[in-house]
């Protein structure tokens, strides 16, 4: 489920370009966030906080962010890691649901060093969601990157956060986990090994292909070459329309892709299921506190005739208190079916051994 592929050197921009890989259809819209927006952890409700900085978001369902940036250029890419394990955190544990996961770093730091510094430091768990499209648990990993080139990836295979923090993490994928790949990669031709450029959907060869490509471009003469370079990378390493292979999410098509220049602070978005790219200029839209919070219809008003196109920093639409509203008992429905997850698994368990008696 997924490629990221950051570019820290595209002539003075910071280029980063991500695809969304899928089983279904996340029914994906653009939110603008402004600053000062209360936000709950998801989870046990100790930490609480105010949104510092105003963002724009790709989400799932209108319910979680899976990608975004931020007024001051972080960006963040929520991405599938099989070998997820995020524990069983204790009630007095600092926790977040994956629900916000990536929109707490949105919301309150400029730079990857400001995030880093939070995470190693408190120590943060991470409390899974149900995902009701698959009944899978997902298990996620984060990738984030700031205006200045600096990288990290965030795991957690133990229930504690792995963070690996180089302006050299320039690609992030699957499985396996991180340090595996970054082993894999060196065996191949270009990349410091004489294995050739392969060529599958497999999480390690995209991961392959994308490296290679962000090596070997040549320096863009201004941010249209570089955005264009950036989505050619990216699709490269995109997965093809097919069947899906059951219970791996993370060998899914591509549904739509994301690209971002964090410098110049624009943040584009192409679906593969609707045909135009659309676009937002940071310096065109408002964060200040005290502003909407705004949503782009990209499942209605991303169509072939008449539809979204080109720049759409100015079509963002105020979705009222009522859609605001539905929004949030959704996200908070999927916080308490995961934080009574054993519960229901006890009582599925009870119903089934039931199950014999009440047929006789």
């Known amino acids: 489920m997924c490629t990221r592929v950051l570019w820290p050197d595209a002539n003075g921009s910071v280029i980063v370009g991500r695809n969304m890989d899928f089983h279904m259809d996340l029914l994906t819209n653009l939110w603008k966030m402004p600053r000062g927006i209360e936000r709950k952890d998801g989870a046990n409700g100790k930490l609480t906080w105010t949104s510092k900085y105003g963002s724009v978001i790709a989400t799932a369902f209108d319910l979680i962010a899976t990608d975004g940036m931020n007024e001051e250029g972080l960006a963040g890419h929520i991405l599938w890691l099989a070998e997820s394990n995020y524990g069983k955190p204790e009630e007095s544990d600092l926790q977040l649901s994956q629900s916000v996961w990536l929109q707490y770093y949105l919301d309150n730091f400029a730079t990857v060093a400001e995030a880093v510094e939070w995470t190693t430091e408190n120590d943060v768990r991470i409390a899974q969601l149900f995902d009701p499209t698959g009944h899978m648990v997902p298990t996620l990993h984060l990738a984030l990157n700031d205006a200045t080139g600096d990288s990290a990836i965030i795991e957690y295979t133990d229930g504690k956060a792995d963070v690996y923090h180089s302006r050299d993490y320039k690609v992030m994928t699957n499985s396996p986990t991180f340090d595996k790949q970054l082993e894999l990669v060196k065996e191949i031709d270009g990349l410091g090994g004489e294995?050739?450029?392969?060529?599958?959907?497999?999480?390690?060869?995209?991961?392959?292909?994308?490296?290679?490509?962000?090596?070997?471009?040549?320096?863009?003469?201004?941010?249209?070459?570089?955005?264009?370079?950036?989505?050619?990378?990216?699709?490269?390493?995109?997965?093809?329309?097919?069947?899906p292979e059951p219970g791996k999410p993370d060998a899914s098509q591509t549904i739509w892709q994301v690209v971002a220049d964090m410098t110049n602070k624009r943040y584009a978005f192409e679906s593969t299921t609707r045909p135009n790219i659309v676009w937002v200029d940071f310096e065109k839209m408002s964060f200040k506190e005290g502003t909407e919070i705004l949503k782009l219809d990209l499942i209605s008003k991303l169509s072939l005739e008449?539809?979204?196109?080109?720049?759409?920093?100015?079509?963002?639409?105020?979705?009222?208190?009522?859609?605001?509203?539905?929004?949030?008992?959704?996200r908070q429905a999927l916080e308490f079916v995961a934080r009574k997850q054993d519960e229901f698994a006890q009582l599925a368990k009870g119903l089934k051994a039931l199950k014999p008696s009440l047929a006789g």
């Open 306 to 330: 008449g539809g979204l196109a080109g720049d759409c920093s100015h079509k963002f639409e105020a979705v009222g208190e009522l859609g605001l509203d539905l929004v949030e008992t959704g």
């Open 195 to 243: 294995k050739p450029l392969p060529g599958s959907t497999l999480a390690s060869d995209r991961f392959a292909r994308a490296s290679y490509y962000v090596e070997h471009q040549v320096q863009p003469k201004n941010q249209l070459q570089a955005m264009a370079a950036m989505f050619s990378i990216i699709r490269n390493a995109a997965q093809p329309f097919r069947t």
